[in-house]
Structure formats: structure tokens, C-alpha cells
């Protein structure tokens, strides 16, 4: 079973540093290649913020968090992680990770629609 688990949200000031996690589990690894975080803010749609390919290592963001967050897989640990800096109000949602089955190809950031497995969801709030 595919498992996704995020922590790590929490409420900081505008300017400031979070940094999400999202614990998957090791079938995962087999049933996915493509990780992603996506957010979403009170009444509007889901959008992606930034995608990984765990097979190679590629990466893609959003325009809107360029610069400032950091996608990124511990294999060691079957983590994923959202570093951000330099938080805005903007910001402010929560933020998912998400899973692509393997047998879709890479394709940087994908429509949330494309991805199979999600996680609960945590909450950020930058003020």
C-alpha cells in the first residue's frame, strides 16, 4: 500500500524558512519514479508547486517559488522534503505531496489530476 504522510507545516512570518517532509512508504519506490508537492489555498484549485524524478534526479518549480524552495528525496530514509525560504503570505495554503504512477513518463510538473497517490495534506500560514 501507498502511503504518503507530510509534516512539518506550521505558521511563520513573511520572510521565513519551513521545512515540509513527507514520509512514503518503500512500495512506493517501486509504483512511483515522479514525487511532487502541490498546495492550495481557501477556494482555489490545486496547484504544483514543484516535482522530482527520483530516478534521475530532475527537477521542476512552479514560477511563483523559483529560487526559494528546494525539492528533495532522502532515499535513505523515504523522505521528501520542501525546503522554503523567504516565505510570502502568497505562500499560505496547504501542501500536499503526491505520487505519479511509474508508468507515466516524466514530464515535470503534471496536472494534479495525473497523480495516483496523495497525502493528508499540512497546513502553512505565513503572515
Known amino acids: 500500500q501507498v502511503q504518503l504522510v507530510e509534516s512539518g507545516g506550521g505558521s511563520v512570518q513573511a520572510g521565513g524558512s519551513l521545512r515540509l517532509s513527507c514520509a512514503v512508504t518503500?512500495?512506493?519506490?517501486?509504483?512511483?519514479?515522479?514525487l511532487a508537492w502541490f498546495r492550495q489555498a481557501p477556494g482555489q484549485e490545486r496547484e504544483g508547486v514543484a516535482a522530482v524524478f527520483t530516478s534521475g534526479g530532475l527537477t521542476k518549480y512552479a514560477d511563483s517559488v523559483k529560487g526559494r524552495f528546494t525539492i528533495s528525496k532522502d532515499n535513505a530514509k523515504n523522505t521528501l522534503y520542501l525546503q522554503m525560504i523567504s516565505l510570502k503570505p502568497e505562500d499560505t495554503g496547504v501542501y500536499f505531496c503526491?505520487?505519479?504512477?511509474?508508468?507515466?513518463?516524466?514530464?515535470?510538473?503534471?496536472?494534479?489530476?495525473?497523480?495516483?497517490?496523495w497525502g493528508q495534506g499540512t497546513q502553512v500560514t505565513v503572515s
Open positions: 518503500s512500495t512506493m519506490t517501486y509504483r512511483s519514479n515522479a
Open positions: 503526491a505520487a505519479a504512477d511509474r508508468s507515466i513518463p516524466w514530464a515535470g510538473l503534471r496536472p494534479a489530476a495525473e497523480y495516483a497517490y
